[in-house]
């Protein structure tokens, strides 16, 4: 399991507010990822006690071939967290490989929806993790 991070590889973002997104600025993986990765991408968020039920945020990673024209990569789902019970939602990470058709740059965007409350105080985390 990867364990180590660096900083120069870590991008976060304020969440958006509500029926808004945002997206970290872009990682250049200097080459599209080979076959073989040496490397996980994480996505991390915080607790969200201000989520409000039923209401969620969605961070999607998404790759480009020039660092400019983004579009979210088929091959990985979503990463969703829903307030339930009046709590919000836990701290929640997700780690994934890229699959090999990935393209040089990745950045995650973060989704929140209408009436969601109001989150701009938290940040979502994208981190490669070797």
């Given at each position: ?33 080979p ?46 967290v ?5 709590n ?8 994934v ?34």
């Open positions: 399991m990867h364990s180590l991070k660096d900083a120069q590889l870590t991008q976060s973002v304020a969440l958006a507010a509500a029926g808004a997104s945002a997206s970290t600025a872009p990682l250049d993986l200097s080459q599209p990822p076959n073989e990765h040496s490397f996980e991408v994480e996505l991390a968020l915080p607790s969200l006690a201000d989520l409000a039920d039923g209401k969620s945020v969605t961070a999607t990673l998404e790759d480009s071939e020039d660092g400019e024209s983004f579009a979210a990569i088929p091959e990985l789902a979503a990463f969703t829903t307030g339930s019970g009046g919000g939602s836990n701290a929640a990470t997700r780690r490989r890229l699959p090999s058709s990935a393209r040089r740059h990745l950045r995650a965007t973060v989704a929140t929806e209408a009436a969601a409350g109001d989150l701009t105080a938290h940040k979502l985390t994208l981190a490669l993790v070797f």
